[in-house]
């Protein structure tokens, strides 16, 4: 089981860093993902690292703006989100899983409950 943290509102052009949080297990040996959602459309995924901390893959929609990172003291990954612009508005998921390449992102069984990224002026 992983939670969401640091979601909120913010204005175009700012930053939010949001922190996959698991309970009860290390993330070491996972690959984590972190998706987003906007009702109506489908979930989207947009950054992924993998459990060998070796390689890392960003959605185009986001290169460049935002960074994912695995933190192994708070045995946490965060998403920082840079310039973050009104299209970015969503419900943000991240989701873990075992003995996949990240970017295999139909395979994700466990997940977040979400939490909400307000982008607007």
């Known amino acids: 089981q992983v939670a969401e943290s640091g979601g909120g509102s913010v204005q175009p052009g700012g930053s939010l860093r949001l922190s996959c949080v698991p309970s009860g297990f290390r993330l070491d040996d996972y690959a984590i993902a972190w998706f987003r959602q906007v009702p109506g459309k489908e979930r989207e995924g947009l950054s992924c690292?993998?459990?060998?901390?070796?390689?890392?893959y960003y959605a185009p929609s986001v290169k460049g703006r935002f960074t994912i990172s695995r933190d192994n003291a708070k045995n946490t990954v965060d998403l920082q989100m840079d310039r973050l612009q009104p299209e970015d508005t969503a419900v943000y998921y991240c989701a873990v899983e075992k003995l996949i390449l990240c970017t295999d992102f139909e395979l994700y069984n466990s997940w977040g409950p979400g939490t909400q990224v307000t982008v607007s002026s």
């Open positions: 690292v993998n459990s060998k901390y070796d390689w890392n």
